[in-house]
């Protein structure tokens, strides 16, 4: 199976910046995706960022300008560099992976434990 392991949340002033990680470890055949998703208190999960395989990055709307996804295909290991942050960021951030456990499996979502990030006014 793929484990998924984050860091980088905290507390950061509104304009500030921060940096998530996400590493990806365990059986894994192949990446198809590495993305990110974002939960305020009361809201549903949204979608952030997405790397594709081939380096393709697509944003929400909300983030674009603001945010840049990145990875190190050689790790298995995603980041999110968060700028200009503002209160409305605020929530847990999950790292979405979809991979192959192994060659003979389907592709299939994995989800991080979330890394809570919160952006004070």
């Known amino acids: 199976q793929v484990q998924l392991v984050e860091s980088g949340g905290g507390l950061v002033q509104a304009g500030g910046s921060l940096r998530l990680s996400c590493a990806a470890s365990?059986?894994?055949?192949?990446?198809?995706?590495m993305a990110w998703y974002r939960q305020a208190p009361g809201k549903q999960r949204v979608f952030v960022a997405k790397m594709n395989s081939g380096g393709s990055t697509n944003y929400a709307d909300s983030v674009k300008g603001r945010f840049t996804i990145s990875g190190d295909n050689a790790e298995n290991t995603v980041y999110l560099q968060m700028g200009t942050l503002k209160p409305e960021d605020t929530a847990v951030y999950y790292c979405?992976?979809?991979?192959?456990?192994?060659?003979?499996?389907?592709?299939?979502?994995?989800w991080g434990q979330g890394t809570q990030v919160t952006v004070s006014s």
């Open positions: 365990g059986s894994i055949f192949s990446i198809n995706s």
């Open positions: 979405n992976v979809i991979a192959k456990p192994g060659a003979s499996y389907s592709y299939t979502n994995y």
